[in-house]
């Protein structure tokens, strides 16, 4: 992952901490109803994520080793995410009642799959590089 990918993580979860502490300050919802509130949060979130993974980011703990699975073994960071809050949660149907419990996966399952079908590193290589000043002016001519 290397020092850049520590150093991002550092400052994303420096600003997700301090937005945290202000966000309430900016916006508030008098009223959302659980299935939407997990969608809603669930989509946002993801392409949060999906936005830092794609820039060599992450917020840390399960999300980073579902990166290193996905780089070393080809298994898509959205889905060992997923697996992982899978037992987490059925550890919480011990702990809360199965309504909350239901909702909380539905908004962890959009994450992961928003995760899941749009995150491939193979995906990322052509932006990396830049047109050719050849390709360019053909654009140029063509246009």
Do not use: E
């Not at 080793?65 to 992982?84: N, V």
Request: aromatic content about 10%; some cysteine; overall charge positive.
């Amino acid at each position: 992952m290397g020092l850049a990918f520590m150093f991002k993580t550092f400052i994303s979860v420096v600003m997700v901490s301090s937005l945290s502490l202000v966000m309430p300050h900016w916006i508030s919802f008098a009223h959302v109803t659980p299935l939407f509130g997990a969608i809603l949060f669930g989509a946002v979130s993801g392409s949060a994520l999906l936005a830092l993974f794609r820039h060599g980011a992450s917020l840390g703990g399960v999300g980073i080793l579902a990166l290193i699975i996905q780089d070393r073994w080809g298994l898509r960071a959205g889905y060992s995410q997923l697996i992982f809050d899978a037992c987490l949660f059925a550890l919480a149907l011990l702990l809360r009642d199965k309504t909350t419990v239901a909702y909380s996966f539905l908004g962890a399952m959009v994450i992961n799959l928003v995760i899941a079908i749009n995150h491939r590193r193979d995906r990322y290589l052509h932006a990396i590089s830049a047109p050719s000043p050849v390709h360019l002016g053909t654009i140029l001519q063509d246009a």
